[in-house]
């Protein structure tokens, strides 16, 4: 039998059936979603473009239009309400921006947060997502490139491409009767005149290689070709690269060694170097392999700094491409990691055309890939005269970043970051030095052993 007291008696009942009566006749509210939070705000300013990143702790839905007269980009972002870290963003933004004049920061409306950008030029604003990778969680990304890419040697080739049989070979020779030093005209990135690199130690003078200049024999014509070689400074923006245990990223020290390689270049006749990047922002793979075409380089070498689980893994390293699977599980786990780099740079994949995705098939040649090998085998004995080498011998495995079909290409790993004492010789001018030194004279080398490749055609 029921215990009578846990029975509500007649006069309880029905005043509780009138309360539930009054709260069925109240409106019902939708809970409102907690607020993302914002983890961080970071600015990548280039010439190429400009990247606005937004990490955040959940993903969240951006509509985005820009207005004209003058040049404005709005961004509404749904599920975020005023925050400190939107006001840092406002100051990041920096006065020597190539894009970017101002930002304005509000609440539009519930639950909606609009950036206001005061743009100096038109621009093809791209904006995505990035799920959660690396140290990331989700990022929401905002870039800005150029509405109109300025590109003066594509421009200047479509211009006299019917009054000259070798037209690039015409530019490059121009430029190259400019003063040893000068920065080059602009390809399809600007240059910035660059300065030394802040670094440890004060500069050490510059040991030069003891092969001779690069002078190929004339052709019958009596001209010869401006080799082009392009440097691709390894990750860079979002994508640190490897840290080392002294806090060294990756990205920046093999920017100052690619920017000593580019002026001993630039300084040796017959020879021009061309930059992937020359300042911190990100490089999807597909495009330093697409830029290195487009100006129609004679050689490719990206530069990097390796890292292992291991801290005493140490020396130096040089990689060429292969068809038939890497030559060592280590060098198949190298291009697995630096093949990542657009995951943690952050590609937007829905702007990839089939164009840009064809670069990535495996499309090399045999001719090419037995080019890399010689052209690294000099650069590997060229090292190994001042630092150990990590394996006597050019190694080879699937790095998205050397599938040129017609571009020798390698990947020089100059030490191992993740070694502490390789760190700190990796920061210092002397030994960005020698390692740039050493580059070319392996490049030197390889030029010189093929004179034909400064032949000029036609």
């Known amino acids: 039998m029921a215990d009578s007291s846990l029975i509500p008696r ?36 280039a010439d190429d473009y400009t990247r606005v990143t937004l990490e955040i702790d959940t993903e969240l839905k951006a509509e985005h239009f820009t207005l004209d007269n003058p040049h404005r980009l709005v ?47 038109a621009i093809a604003p791209q904006v995505f997502t990035l799920k959660p990778v690396a140290d990331y969680q989700y990022r929401l990304v905002l870039d800005l490139y150029p509405h109109a890419t ?25 430029i190259s009767r400019s003063p040893a030093g000068s920065q080059p005209a602009p390809a399809e990135t600007p240059a910035r005149p660059t300065s030394p690199p802040a670094v440890a130690t004060a500069p050490a003078q510059p040991t030069r290689p003891t092969q001779q200049p690069v002078r190929p024999p ?40 690619a920017k000593r390689l580019q ?43 390796d890292a292992w689980t291991r801290p005493s893994a140490n020396g130096s390293s040089v990689f060429a491409l292969s068809q038939r699977g890497a030559s060592s599980t280590a060098a198949r786990m190298m291009a697995a990691r630096e093949n990542a780099a657009d995951l943690i740079g952050g590609v ?23 080019n890399s090998l010689q052209v690294g085998g000099n650069v590997l004995d060229q090292i190994g005269q001042f630092h150990r080498l990590h394996k006597p011998r050019v190694e080879q495995a699937g790095f998205a970043v050397l599938r040129a079909p017609d571009i020798p290409s390698i990947l020089v790993e100059t030490a191992f ?35 034909h490749i ?3 055609t036609g």
């Open 417 to 451: 970051i993740s070694n502490p004492r390789e760190e700190q010789l990796l920061k210092t001018a002397a030994h960005q030095d020698k390692l740039a030194n050493a580059i070319l004279g392996g490049v030197r080398s390889y030029f010189a052993a093929n004179p």
């Open 150 to 174: 300025q590109d003066s040697l594509t421009a200047l080739l479509k211009d006299i491409s019917q009054q000259d049989d070798d037209p690039l070979a015409r530019i490059l020779e121009d």
């Open 263 to 305: 002026r001993l270049i630039d300084a040796t006749p017959g020879m021009r170097a061309y930059m992937t990047r020359d300042s911190d922002f990100f490089v999807p793979l597909n495009v330093r392999v697409l830029k290195a075409r487009r100006v129609k380089a004679d050689l490719f070498i990206s530069i990097h700094a």
């Open 348 to 370: 937007n994949l829905g702007s990839q055309d089939r164009q840009v995705a064809s670069v990535l098939l495996d499309l090399s040649t045999t001719a090419q890939i037995s």
């Open 10 to 45: 007649s006069g309880t009942r029905r005043r509780l059936l009138g309360a539930a009566a009054t709260l069925a006749l109240l409106p019902v509210w939708p809970r409102t979603a907690q607020a993302a939070s914002i983890l961080a705000v970071r600015t990548w300013p």
């Open 75 to 121: 961004v509404d972002i749904e599920g975020l309400t005023m925050a400190q870290a939107l006001n840092d963003l406002v100051s990041k933004v920096k006065p020597d921006d190539p894009y970017i004049a101002g930002l304005r920061v509000a609440q539009n409306r519930p639950n909606v947060v609009r950036l206001v950008f005061d743009l100096k030029q």
């Open 454 to 456: 400064a032949q000029a």
């Open 218 to 257: 004339a052709t019958s014509g009596g001209r010869t070709r401006t080799l082009i070689v392009a440097i691709d400074p390894g990750h860079g923006g979002e994508d640190p690269g490897a840290i080392g245990p002294g806090g060294t990223h990756e990205k920046t020290v093999v920017l100052q060694i």
